[in-house]
Nanobody, 115 residues
Framework: QVQLVESGGGLVQAGGSLRLSCAAS????????VGWFRQAPGKQRELVAG???????DYADSVKGRFTISRDNAGNTVYLQMNSLKPEDTAVYYC?????????WGQGTQVTVSS
């Protein structure tokens, strides 16, 4: 069974950093496209960053230069390093994996950035 579990969220001051983890089971993260999404109250869920099986990286313009997505194939985990955090980064962050025609989501982890 495919399962994604996010962790690493929390409360951080503006300008600080957090590292989110997406631990996968039931799939090999190096074989699929894995992305980080976020959703703030009253807003649509949006793509933050993604990494393809070939290592191609995608970032939302709002986080480019501040966030870095990476993959640990041995640990079967995808990370999102978030630096220079801003209050507008506050949201629930979700891990997503595209496996053929199926999409899988984790439960989300809350990131709150205070000013």
């Amino acid at each position: 069974q495919v399962q994604l579990v996010e962790s690493g969220g929390g409360l951080v001051q503006a300008g600080g950093s957090l590292r989110l983890s997406c631990a996968a089971s039931g799939l090999t993260v190096g074989w699929y496209y894995v992305g980080w999404f976020r959703q703030a109250p009253g807003k649509q869920r949006e793509l933050v960053a993604g990494i393809s099986s070939g290592g191609n990286l995608d970032y939302a313009d709002s986080v480019k230069g501040r966030f870095t997505i990476s993959r640990d194939n041995a640990g079967n985990t995808v990370y999102l390093q978030m630096n220079s955090l801003k209050p507008e980064d506050t949201a629930v962050y979700y891990c997503n994996a595209i496996v053929l025609l199926n999409k899988y989501w984790g439960q989300g982890t809350q990131v709150t950035v205070s000013s």
